[in-house]
């Protein structure tokens, strides 16, 4: 159990990294193809809102990979937890609100990652 919350803290750290890479530096080019039901111009008009959901998603992944720091077990499961539940919030909304895959690719690892947690206290 101890090696897939770290594969998931992992996976879901590094899927944030890309959400910013992508939201912060490539939102008018790989936004386009991603979020492909949107028109074009709508990329280049919430760039810098896109830039700002980015600067979060960052936050998320600093989160997370702060995890890997804590020596305590007990602390570490807890701030684990946090931010997969807020990863787990954020793609419950985004799913329900801008595209249903944001549900697969975000919450779901996110809900998996705190199912697993939960199993190994």
């Not at 101890?2 to 959400?19: D, E």
């Not at 997969?84 to 954020?90: E, P, T």
């Amino acid at each position: 159990m101890g090696i897939a919350i770290v594969l998931l803290t992992a996976l879901v750290g590094i899927l944030h990294l890309y959400f910013l890479y992508f939201e912060m530096f490539a939102w008018t080019t790989t936004g386009k193809r991603i979020f492909n039901k949107y028109p074009a111009e709508f990329f280049k008009q919430s760039k810098s809102l896109a830039a700002n959901q980015g600067l979060y998603n960052g936050f998320l992944a600093a989160g997370l990979f702060w995890t890997f720091l804590i020596q305590d077990a007990s602390w570490q499961s807890n701030i684990r937890i946090f931010f997969f539940g807020c990863v787990a919030v954020a793609g419950i909304y985004g799913a329900l609100t801008a595209d249903r895959k944001i549900f697969f690719v975000q919450a779901l690892p996110a809900i998996l990652g705190i199912l697993f947690l939960v199993i190994a206290k």
